[in-house]
């Protein structure tokens, strides 16, 4: 059974740690921040990204947070692969932009709006408030 787990893991890509980088630290990105799940399952949140100068230069649990000018260049120094997506809607297209150039080849997106990537980076939406209408679609048929 720890063979087959070990196998299953390394085909999920779950063998190893993954950097992260997450940008917009607000109240949605201090909750992503702070979810113990994430680094349960290998993903470490390296490095933080905001353009507030009240947040810029502070340690969160470990992550320093880096201001949004320095992204290409910090992610690059620190490797990291896989980003969080948490700005606003007006701000978002142009962080997805700002990640694909420094090399980003992953990007799960939190703000609320349908973004674009490059061919050869993977985007992946997550929209709450469409999880929301499931449910109440479910209950809605279900006659509760």
Known sequence: ??????????????????????????????????????????????????????????DVGGAPVLS?????????????????VAVPPEAAQTVTDQLADAGIKAILNFAPSRLRAPRDTRLKHVDLSIELETLSFYLAKSGR
């Open 68 to 84: 949004s000018a320095d992204l290409a260049r910090e992610v690059r120094a620190r490797g990291i692969q896989i980003a969080i």
């Open 1 to 58: 059974m720890v063979g087959l787990r070990a196998e299953l893991q390394k085909i999920l890509g779950l063998d190893r740690e993954w950097s992260v980088a997450l940008v917009g630290f607000g109240n949605l990105g201090s909750a992503l921040f702070h979810y113990k799940g994430f680094a349960r399952q290998g993903f470490r949140i390296a490095a933080i990204f905001d353009t507030d100068p009240a947040k810029i230069g502070r």
